[in-house]
């Protein structure tokens, strides 16, 4: 049997967002005060993972909020953080992901009760895929928060922005 090793999961850091069009690091609070000043645009949250380049005792995790302004585009910011491979599935690593948007999710509505907030999850409504048997869990998770729920192939956030986020950092 595997020994399981010591977790040291969840985000680490709430105040290391990164926005493309800005220099520097921003705090969860600056993230949240442009949410409030764009009440009229939707929230996308989503996280993706992937081992590290040559180093695969860690994996990078790339989270995003996606503020969309429908019909007008969007903008974003980005956090990343190598953290130990402790995963001893794929369906550990995708409920990581999970928990990462929830709490992220957790952070905006402390402030934002009322805004509306979308989970993008990495997992897929086709039964093709191995991540489809984590669908219904995850989105019964995110729907208990009060958020509301996309995967695979609707869940941009995370299978594009945040993907591209974690590739580029590993």
Known sequence: ???????????????????PSKNGYF?????IDVIKKNHDCEIHVGTDSHLKRGDTSKQVFASVICIQKVGSGAFYYYMHEDVPN????????????????????????DTLENRKVFVHSDTNTNSLYPTKKLTDVIHKWV???????LAKPDAWASTCVADMHSKENR
Not at 27 to 31: A, E, K, Q, T
Not at 143 to 149: E, L, N, T, Y
């Open 1 to 19: 049997m595997k020994q399981r090793k010591q977790s040291t999961r969840g985000i680490l850091n709430f105040d290391s967002w990164i926005s």
């Open 27 to 31: 705090p969860m609070s600056h993230v």
């Open 86 to 109: 402790n995963f001893n599935s794929l369906s550990e690593r995708i409920l990581e992901e999970a928990s990462r948007s929830i709490s992220i999710v957790e952070k905006i509505r």
């Open 143 to 149: 729907k208990s928060m009060g958020a509301d729920f």
